[in-house]
């Protein structure tokens, strides 16, 4: 191996980027590393911690939105496949809540006293 950098001189302190050469082959240019250290700009570690992201961070911080807004399942499903894309569009979904007409505090449709204000609620107007 060589430095692409310093032409090969093995100063592997200063590379940006490593080649591999087998015999008169050309060489192979390798993921670049950090500057200053040996490492490849994306190992082990760095995989893990961007599946983690995808796979744990994104679908939670999508359940918390979606608690909030009474789509959980919504804000679980939209936070894994689309990120902080999904995020935003979790909380700018219409919410399952229905406002208490004496409080005005979120509740949830099929409740018949409010949670907030303790007051019996009116039922449902069904469409006929």
Known sequence: MGCVDCGGDNNWDNCDALEIKKGNKPAVLIAPRFPGTKKAAMDDTGVVLIVFWVVVVNPLVGYAIGERKGN?????????????????VTAMCF?????CPFCSE???PDA???RYCGRDLPPPVTAK
């Open 95 to 99: 919410s399952n809540f229905q406002k």
């Open 106 to 108: 979120d509740i949830k």
């Open 72 to 88: 959980v399942a919504t804000g679980i499903i939209l936070g894994l496949l689309l990120g902080p894309i999904g995020w935003l």
């Open 112 to 114: 018949k006293i409010c």
